[in-house]
């Protein structure tokens, strides 16, 4: 970064002048389509951090910028942002949303050494198989969160019959194959195991299925769009089966999908950064704005904090100098206190269970 010494008069005049931004940082996720309440999540998060950020001075004297980039969870989209973020001098990406975004455009970021950390991209394979060094995650991983709600549902359905179904994502088939696979190693035995194509209206062959089959509880790897289709079809069809998911169905556009027919959903997700009192200002802040605090907005607000930080003890925004900070440190942020193992996971408090009630989530009482 270029930069410019100034005394008297003119460092009067700079700092009586508007901002100048100087560096460029973005956010990528799923600004439209049908996941773009998360994109949503992750734009709001990303925009107070700047926000905030400057308006504490930036990061080593330097005004921020902010860049959104739009993948409506494709891959081949994800990649073209990734691409577009190298071509416009981005040196720090808090995105993807959806794993199969994150990871091909991993590769990008790693080639053009800009820094990656996800707010929500859980499949293990998105750090196991990271392409570079600059490459994490705030969020946990699919592996940990099927080991929670595997043991929920031995521990709580031990006699019920229970079905896993996917669809066929990253995220989905990931998040589904780990809980079928901690379910089974503490001796379930899956009623059912089937796949979905994501995006479709009618699920009403597939809760045929289920009901035919008499499932109890039907396990979704998937997102909160399809399974709230399904959850309000299983209704129709007069079944009171039991629906239990990952943190994708952590927006309020669930319940919006399945009026009263979500009572009850069960899902898996991180304890609720919004009741840590380090990020009840930044909350505030959110709701007086009239934007969304829920899911993803402050992992997104908690990534670029990071990235901050470790430019500021860099005191650069040079790749390697930020990633070894990054590697190294430990960061006190919305979400908690935090540090990176040597995959780049988070190293934060694990999946709890939530459960949907009168149209919001909240912790299961055990």
């Not at 069960?266 to 899911?295: I, Q």
Request: with cysteine; charged share 20%; net charge negative.
């Amino acid at each position: 970064m270029k930069r410019v010494l100034l005394t008297g008069a003119a460092l009067g005049a700079l700092l009586a002048a508007p901002a100048f931004a100087e560096i460029k940082i973005a956010v990528a996720g799923p600004m439209t389509g049908q996941y773009a309440s998360f994109g949503q999540q992750m734009k709001a998060g990303a925009e107070q951090a700047v926000a905030d950020i400057n308006a504490n001075g930036g990061v080593n004297g330097e005004m921020l910028e902010l860049v959104v980039g739009d993948d409506a969870c494709d891959p081949k989209q994800a990649v073209a942002v990734a691409n577009q973020f190298a071509g416009e001098g981005v040196v720090f990406v808090a995105g993807h949303f959806c794993s199969g975004s994150s990871i091909p455009a991993s590769a990008v970021y790693a080639d053009e050494l800009i820094v990656q950390i996800s707010p929500a991209s859980t499949n293990p394979k998105f750090t196991d198989e990271r392409p570079g060094d600059g490459v994490f995650r705030v969020c946990g991983r699919d592996d940990q969160q099927g080991l929670v709600a595997g043991k929920y549902l031995m521990d709580h359905f031990p006699d019920k019959k229970i079905a896993f179904i996917n669809d066929k994502t990253a995220y989905g088939a990931g998040l589904a194959d780990a809980t079928q696979a901690a379910y089974e190693a503490l001796g379930g035995t899956p009623a059912l195991v089937e796949s979905y194509t994501a995006g479709e209206k009618d699920y009403s062959a597939l809760v045929s299925k289920l009901k035919q089959a008499g499932v109890d509880v039907l396990y979704v790897g998937g997102y909160h769009t399809e399974a709230g289709l399904m959850k309000r079809q299983m209704q129709e069809q007069g079944m009171d089966t039991i629906l239990m998911s990952g943190d994708a169905l952590v927006t309020d556009e669930y319940w919006a999908i399945t009026g009263d027919a979500g009572e009850g959903t069960l899902m898996t997700f991180s304890p609720d950064p919004r009741l840590n009192p380090e990020a009840k200002p930044v909350v505030d802040e959110l709701l007086a704005a009239g934007k969304t605090a829920e899911g993803y907005a402050l992992y997104t607000y908690g990534a670029i904090q990071v990235w901050a930080a470790s430019a500021a003890a860099a005191n650069s925004t040079d790749y390697d100098p930020v990633v070894k900070a990054i590697s190294e440190g430990q960061f006190d942020t919305v979400l908690g206190s935090l540090e990176f193992d040597e995959k780049g996971d988070v190293t934060l408090p694990g999946y709890v269970m939530y459960v949907w009630h009168d149209g919001k989530y909240g912790y299961v009482d055990e």
